[in-house]
């Protein structure tokens, strides 16, 4: 029983037909071809899926596609603009905060909710904003530095 | 797996789609516990009723001498809630401690209840707050205790047509309350001992308290012991040792020789010290305004 989903995912419209069992986290990579978004453990312990969904951080394992019929949402397929990587991007690469890079697209959207709902964040509010995603490189102060980092560059503009 | 989607618009046709079909029917309303579920193919249903768009049990509100929250809020929602954190603190200081960023993002108050687990949050700090569940039928809606809706784990006493619309936590300006919980890391963690307290306060003294325990045991409950202990004493240390050594028998009775029981009938003491002393903070923080 294939149902209708009208997405807006990275400023791009798509209309689709998808099984209503079939979660965000599938669609962004089956249907989409999103691979950017990636499945960790399935059950929402890891964040390594999250996705900025209406501008609020989720793991798109737990939301059925259905569900965010007609939102609007972010992947880190969506982070660069023009050709150009985003801040935080710059700031992981240069702060060495991937290693095997898993968990790497969830850290920059839990980083990016964080950002864009807290201009001026302290150390304690970066790690809570990514006390959802588990980083087993284990580089997590690599990846509080490279968020720190985004934020000074920003206080100084 | 394969099953009918339906969207309802308002409540009255989300009550009326569960009259027709409750009995094949699950809620959908966070998703955060159901759709792990559903992918482990633990459901026969045949329908998935969202009802995650209904605003309009969506909102907070206050009368006169009550909180009125609707079952669709996040607790993200709640712990970002000036009412809630200054009439219901337990309640928001439970929701802060949910899952991670994302969860509370997307789980709800009704959710957490329906769900039904032994460790679940929100319910020992809504049950020490003497909150009542909006439930609404085909044929109206009802007003009943929490208490009178758990049912075991996994499972509420609600029936399949059924939906938990809003809850409805009494406050009045003398009573303050505190939620803490163990968990065996800070984020993501399944609680292992859950505490809710409140306490009325008159002329220095405690004139009534309440306190409730989660995960020790398949359902949330009252201590009602502890709560007589609370009556007519001054909030300060000296109550502490016996609140604490009345606890911790009360665990070991409830657990029995369960393997869980040595650890947590010690550890039930600091979770409800680390309740006490916030709730102590809250009152003091009071005083000063």
Not at chain 2, 213 to 219: S, T
Request: charged letters at 20%; hydrophobic letters at 40%.
């Amino acid at each position: 029983m294939a149902a209708n989903l009208n997405l807006k995912v990275n400023g791009q419209e798509y209309q689709i037909k998808v099984d209503p069992a079939k979660r965000l986290l599938d669609v962004l990579r089956e249907d989409l071809g999103l691979t950017g978004t990636k499945e960790g453990c399935g059950e929402g312990e890891c964040g390594t899926c999250s996705v900025i969904l209406n501008g609020k951080l989720v793991n798109s394992c737990l939301v059925l596609a259905l569900q965010a019929d007609k939102a609007d949402i972010l992947t880190v397929e969506g982070l660069a603009e023009n050709g150009k990587l985003h801040p935080l991007q710059q700031a992981f690469m240069k702060e060495g905060a991937v290693q095997c890079g898993y968990c790497t697209p969830g850290m920059l959207l839990a980083a990016k909710a964080l950002l864009d709902s807290n201009s001026s964040p302290t150390k304690e509010e970066i790690k809570l904003a990514i006390s959802g995603n588990i980083c087993r490189c284990t580089g997590y102060d690599q990846i509080i530095r490279a968020v720190e980092s985004v934020v000074k560059a920003r206080e100084r503009n | 797996m394969s099953f009918s989607y339906q969207v309802p618009a308002s409540i009255s046709e989300a009550v009326s789609l569960l009259g027709e079909l409750g009995n094949d029917a699950k809620l959908l309303a966070g998703g955060t516990d159901l759709v792990i579920q559903l992918q482990a193919d633990k459901y026969n249903s045949n329908v998935l009723i969202d009802i995650s768009r209904l605003d309009e049990m969506r909102k907070i509100e206050r009368t006169n001498d009550s909180l009125i929250v609707g079952s669709l809020c996040t607790f993200d929602d709640l712990c970002k809630s000036s009412l809630i954190v200054k009439y219901a603190a337990a309640l928001a200081q439970a929701s802060a401690a949910v899952g991670s960023p994302q969860i509370r993002n997307q789980g709800t108050l009704g959710g957490n209840l329906a769900n039904g687990s032994p460790a679940a949050d929100s319910i020992p700090a809504l049950m020490a707050l003497e909150a009542q569940v909006g439930v609404a039928s085909a044929h109206g809606v009802r007003e009943v205790k929490l208490e009178k809706l758990l049912g075991g784990v996994g499972f509420t006493n609600l029936t399949p047509h059924e939906l938990i619309t809003y809850f409805r936590i009494p406050f009045d300006q003398s009573k303050y309350s505190a939620f803490a919980k163990l968990g065996r890391r800070n984020a993501l963690a399944i609680a292992r001992i859950s505490v809710g307290i409140t306490v009325a306060m008159s002329g220095g003294e405690i004139v009534a308290g309440t306190l409730a325990l989660g995960a020790v045991g398949p359902k949330a409950y009252r201590v009602e012991a502890v709560e007589k202990m609370l009556v007519g004493r001054r909030p300060a240390r000296e109550l502490w040792p016996d609140i604490e050594e009345a606890l911790s028998a009360q665990v070991a009775e409830k657990l029995g020789d369960r393997a869980s029981a040595p650890y947590k009938r010690q550890a039930v003491k600091g979770v409800v010290s680390a309740a006490w002393e916030r709730l102590v903070a809250g009152m003091s923080l009071n005083m000063e305004v």
